[in-house]
């Protein structure tokens, strides 16, 4: 397979949460870039440790599911009955061609409904089972179940203010660094159990991003707009052994509005 040109981010560790600088910045990947195969890494790939020369190549891809069939709009969190809409099925199916080629050692998804769906075509088309790895799921949140849309949602009542108090935990969710060592705990047994493969775990779009400001050491409190994390997006994470050397982020199913988030 082609080597891909997207978006490489330094891996160089630092105050991994709290107060380190965030990475250069990098240029975006072009819509429908190839993603990483095993054996296949940038030679000057930043490391976060020494690996021996004969450790083994494993890529761990972390995929944001696809489009959600919400009409009220409402920010469902872990909510059950909130599937794929026709886009989702379709953005689903276009990263399981992406991937087909790929040597796919295992598919891991959410408990929740929408990731479940989203790893089916992925599972099938490698005739694997789809298993559950709760450490996946989306972020709690008490704003669950509401509207919060700017100028016509719950932010607009006093009654929810208080619980915007701390944006660097934050307040009115589940902890940031809870949130990156569950994510982390998912990926490293996903990693040992397909050492020398590849590998697809299906979360959502805070924890995936959560998770790869940790490994970039950049503090975790951020802006949710600015996040790189589309609908049906990878962030791929390559191994040699234990050392992660690579991150790529590729958009195999298209790009989607990065500030739909709370997904």
């Known amino acids: 397979m082609s080597k891909p040109d997207p978006e490489r981010v330094s891996t160089t560790p630092d105050d991994r949460g709290t107060t380190s600088s965030p990475a250069a910045p990098v240029t975006p990947p072009e819509t429908g870039a190839d993603l990483p195969a095993s054996g296949q890494v940038a030679p000057n790939a930043p490391s976060t440790g020494s690996a021996g020369s004969e450790a083994v190549e494993t890529i761990v891809h972390v995929l944001r599911h696809g489009e959600v069939h919400n009409p009220r709009g409402i920010l ?10 026709v886009t989702g099925r379709a953005q689903a199916g276009a990263v399981a061609r992406s991937l087909a080629d790929h040597d796919i050692a295992l598919v891991i998804a959410s408990p929740l409904q929408r990731a479940q769906e989203t790893a089916e075509p992925i599972a099938g088309e490698h005739g694997l089972i789809v ?14 179940g509401l509207r919060v849309s ?7 009542k006093p009654r929810h203010w208080w619980k915007l108090r701390d944006p660097f935990t934050p307040s009115w969710g589940e902890p940031y660094l809870q949130i990156a060592h569950r994510m982390l705990a998912a990926v490293n047994k996903a990693r040992v159990e397909s050492a020398g493969r590849e590998v ?13 400001r940790f490994l970039q050491g950049q503090r975790l409190w951020h ?10 997006s990878l962030t791929s994470l390559v191994y040699r052994g234990d050392t992660l050397v690579d991150i ?7 790009g989607s509005d990065p500030t739909v988030h709370g997904a």
């Not at 469902?76 to 809409?85: D, E, W």
């Not at 775990?201 to 959560?210: C, G, Y």
């Not at 802006?223 to 609908?231: I, K, M, N, V, Y």
């Not at 790529?248 to 298209?254: D, K, L, N, T």
């Open 76 to 85: 469902y969190g872990r909510l059950p009955g909130f599937g794929l809409s």
């Open 131 to 144: 298993r559950t790895d709760e450490n996946l799921i989306e972020a709690g949140n008490t704003f669950e």
């Open 150 to 156: 700017v100028g016509d949602g719950a932010l607009r």
């Open 200 to 212: 697809v775990l299906v979360s959502h779009q805070l924890p995936v991003w959560t998770l790869r």
């Open 223 to 232: 802006d949710p707009r600015a996040r790189q994390c589309g609908l049906a």
């Open 248 to 254: 790529v982020y590729s958009e195999p199913a298209g």
